[in-house]
């Protein structure tokens, strides 16, 4: 019995050795397989994470979001599962798609969330100075400012409900900054009837013996030298004329616009119809052509426009 005894204890701790030699040994191999291909070990690890992911790997790139996308495969459940641990965290994929999410939020201005049904609407709130003031700002601001439907809106607004069919060669914004400028100078025109300035009459008008000129009274004036001269007598003999301008509406082409309104005077012959045309020669516009007569129905009520 001493001996079967001694023999089996003998027995247990050569056994307990060669386990321990073992895996020593095992542990060595391991060390030296890992240190002789680790790249082989990452490319594996990825491979077998793809592969059991299947399409849901590809859902997840296509949705860019945080969540995991379900579906009714058992395959596509376990490989979107341990995504769940990392919401807070973010894993590789997560945190390289980061930084972009970040740049395309803080880059995006409010003007550029809205629907351009909407920023349009409220671009049309704006003046014609400061939708220019606007548009420099910055890149984001100019491209909504020079947005076309915002340049109708306002011509529609500040000048009138015509011309809705017409499609402007260079845009709604050009079209209505030379409709402006000839707005403005058909108002300069009235202002020099107001202050009887020749000198400033001459200036206005075209120096060319096709220009014309037709006063309340119906007498024509035919030629430069003849319609400067009418407006002298005309300046000499009103004492002063105190009117208003009304339902201007202009029409511009690329060298010639005309512009028809009606004016109202402090005298019993009532309202007239007026309409005076004008032509860009050498970076200006010049008038050749003036046009007043008696309107008829008296009974006008127009919004009056400035200019």
């Given at each position: 019995?001493?001996?079967?005894?001694?023999?089996?204890?003998?027995?247990?701790?050569?056994?307990?050795?060669?386990?321990?030699?073992?895996?020593?040994?095992?542990?060595?191999?391991?060390?030296?397989?890992?240190?002789?291909?680790?790249?082989?070990?990452?490319?594996?690890?990825?491979?077998?994470?793809?592969?059991?992911?299947?399409?849901?790997?590809?859902?997840?790139?296509?949705?860019?979001?945080?969540?995991?996308?379900?579906?009714?495969?058992?395959?596509?459940?376990?490989?979107?599962?341990?995504?769940?641990?990392?919401?807070?965290?973010?894993?590789?994929?997560?945190?390289?798609?980061?930084?972009?999410?970040?740049?395309?939020?803080?880059?995006?201005?409010?003007?550029?969330?809205?629907?351009?049904?909407?920023?349009?609407?409220?671009?049309?709130?704006?003046?014609?100075?400061?939708?220019?003031?606007?548009?420099?700002?910055?890149?984001?601001?100019?491209?909504?400012?020079?947005?076309?439907?915002?340049?109708?809106?306002?011509?529609?607004?500040?000048?009138?409900?015509?011309?809705?069919?017409?499609?402007?060669?260079?845009?709604?914004?050009?079209?209505?900054?030379?409709?402006?400028?000839?707005?403005?100078?058909?108002?300069?025109?009235?202002?020099?009837?107001?202050?009887?300035?020749?000198?400033?009459?001459?200036?206005?008008?075209?120096?060319?013996?096709?220009?014309?000129?037709?006063?309340?009274?119906?007498?024509?004036?035919?030629?430069?030298?003849?319609?400067?001269?009418?407006?002298?007598?005309?300046?000499?003999?009103?004492?002063?004329?105190?009117?208003?301008?009304?339902?201007?509406?202009?029409?511009?082409?690329?060298?010639?616009?005309?512009?028809?309104?009606?004016?109202?005077?402090?005298?019993?012959?009532?309202?007239?119809?007026?309409?005076?045309?004008?032509?860009?020669?050498?970076?200006?516009?010049?008038?050749?052509h003036h046009h007043s007569s008696v309107l008829i129905d008296g009974e006008v009520d127009q919004p009056m426009v400035n200019g």
């Open positions: 019995m001493e001996i079967a005894s001694s023999f089996a204890g003998d027995f247990s701790f050569f056994q307990f050795l060669g386990a321990i030699a073992v895996s020593g040994l095992c542990f060595l191999f391991a060390i030296f397989a890992v240190r002789l291909f680790p790249a082989s070990f990452g490319r594996k690890s990825r491979s077998v994470e793809s592969d059991g992911a299947g399409c849901g790997a590809s859902l997840r790139k296509a949705c860019s979001c945080a969540c995991s996308c379900n579906s009714s495969g058992s395959g596509l459940a376990t490989a979107t599962a341990p995504a769940a641990p990392y919401l807070n965290g973010g894993t590789e994929e997560m945190l390289d798609r980061a930084p972009v999410v970040s740049e395309r939020q803080t880059g995006a201005s409010m003007m550029e969330q809205l629907v351009p049904e909407i920023t349009t609407h409220a671009l049309s709130y704006l003046d014609y100075p400061s939708l220019c003031r606007l548009s420099m700002t910055n890149s984001l601001m100019r491209k909504a400012a020079n947005d076309d439907s915002a340049w109708k809106a306002l011509y529609h607004k500040d000048f009138t409900l015509e011309q809705d069919s017409v499609t402007p060669t260079n845009g709604w914004k050009a079209y209505y900054a030379v409709t402006r400028a000839i707005v403005n100078i058909n108002a300069e025109f009235f202002n020099i009837i107001r202050e009887r300035s020749i000198t400033a009459m001459s200036h206005l008008w075209f120096n060319a013996d096709y220009v014309k000129c037709v006063h309340a009274s119906g007498e024509l004036f035919t030629g430069y030298n003849a319609v400067i001269e009418s407006w002298q007598l005309a300046f000499n003999w009103d004492q002063g004329v105190d009117f208003q301008v009304r339902d201007v509406r202009a029409r511009v082409l690329t060298d010639m616009a005309w512009v028809t309104m009606k004016t109202f005077v402090d005298m019993d012959t009532g309202p007239f119809n007026v309409t005076n045309v004008y032509e860009f020669h050498n970076g200006h516009w010049f008038m050749v």
